[in-house]
């Protein structure tokens, strides 16, 4: 709320969204994450020849979360103000 006033917004709201997504597995969620999350792509391409390595590595981890079909969630918080 800071943020927006700072901005030059008025009327600013804080509201929470929470959102999910089904994966059938911890493979689903890493090829999603790794096409569509933009740190994730921007490091994919950075580490070029190397992210299959790095991408088997954390896959071994996201299966210790994810062992099979699953609804994820998350929580954003949104902020809309008057300008």
Same mark, same amino acid.
């Given at each position: ?13 804080? &509201?929470?969204?929470? $959102? @999910? ?9 890493? +090829?999603? /994450?790794? *096409?569509?999350? %933009?740190?994730?792509?921007?490091? &994919?391409?950075?580490? $070029? @020849? ?9 896959? +071994?981890? /996201?299966? *210790?979360?994810? %062992? ?16």
């Amino acid at each position: 709320m800071r943020e927006a006033t700072a901005a030059g917004f008025r009327d600013a709201v804080a &509201r929470p969204f929470t $959102g @999910a997504i089904h994966v059938e597995s911890a493979e689903e969620y890493v +090829a999603f /994450v790794a *096409r569509s999350a %933009p740190p994730i792509v921007a490091l &994919r391409t950075k580490m $070029g @020849a190397s992210w299959p390595a790095i991408e088997q590595r954390v896959l +071994a981890s /996201v299966r *210790r979360h994810v %062992p099979g079909p699953t609804d994820l969630t998350a929580e954003a918080i949104f902020t809309t103000g008057v300008r």
